[in-house]
């Protein structure tokens, strides 16, 4: 039931394989006023990432990827550091847990577009932030944690299993979330295990520079980030894939974005 490798649905999406000479990543500076780190009642732990550009997609990878351009993101926010866990959905979604894969610190997983939605919309009537699904861009910048390689950590495959759940160390599971490596932002998970929901519709590149993008064309939502599964080049930080808003996977889960205020 899982979609384990993209290609069994003829929409495998061949990652990034950018010239890191015609890559670059300039942060700015962290917001002084704002905590490194933010955790809500929940447990939901975040990671402030600064503002900042980056060279956004490939030229090296599959079309889609193309044209690379610079993006601005323009405000910190904070980046969930794990993917959402069963735990966390039980505790919002009065212990309903819709995971094929069972256990507290696992990944939600089977879990749509439009169900992200309403655990976002009941996580924000708690009043303890504004949250909300991250934006393609936002997502790949996060990813890269400030590097301009294949992975957030180079583009040696050998490192790979270090940061990563996927189809060679997996198992043909989810497992725990943070029991890899994280990246530079101190990140985990950003490749493998599950596919994460982003905000945007899916749909082409822009050919210029652009500042805080979204999709807002098109009817399927983008996934990032490649999951148990898949291979090596479908975890790589360029890398894009899409779904119907409804789609529920045993593969599928998503992380959040909490506002910086």
């Not at 503002?51 to 956004?56: L, P, T, V």
């Not at 996927?166 to 990140?187: A, M």
Request: glycine share 10%.
């Amino acid at each position: 039931i899982f979609s384990q490798n993209t290609n069994s649905n003829s929409q495998k999406q061949i990652a990034q394989n950018t010239n890191n000479a015609n890559q670059s990543l300039t942060n700015s500076s962290t917001n002084k006023s704002q905590d490194r780190e933010f955790r809500n009642s929940l447990g939901m732990e975040f990671v402030l990432i600064p503002a900042g550009s980056f060279m956004m997609g490939s030229e090296n990878g599959n079309p889609i990827e193309k044209p690379v351009h610079k993006v601005t993101i323009s405000n910190d926010f904070y980046m969930g550091k794990y993917e959402v866990t069963q735990a966390q959905w039980k505790a919002v979604m009065n212990n309903n847990n819709p995971s094929y894969f069972k256990g507290d610190n696992l990944p939600v997983e089977q879990v749509s577009w439009d169900e992200a939605q309403a655990f976002i919309k009941k996580l924000n009537a708690k009043g303890e932030g504004t949250y909300r699904l991250p934006t393609e861009a936002e997502w790949e910048y996060s990813a890269r944690g400030g590097n301009s390689g294949k992975w957030s950590f180079g583009d040696d495959e050998n490192e790979l299993g270090k940061y990563a759940w996927y189809s060679p160390n997996s198992g043909s599971k989810t497992h725990e979330v943070g029991t890899k490596q994280p990246n530079d932002f101190k990140l985990y998970d950003m490749h493998g295990n599950v596919w994460e929901w982003c905000e945007d519709l899916y749909g082409a590149y822009p050919s210029g520079n652009v500042t805080d993008p979204k999709g807002t064309t098109g009817s399927f939502r983008v996934l990032r980030g490649g999951g148990w599964g898949n291979d090596a080049r479908d975890l790589r930080s360029a890398n894009r894939f899409y779904g119907s808003p409804s789609n529920r996977n045993g593969d599928l889960g998503f992380r959040l974005i909490r506002v910086a205020e």
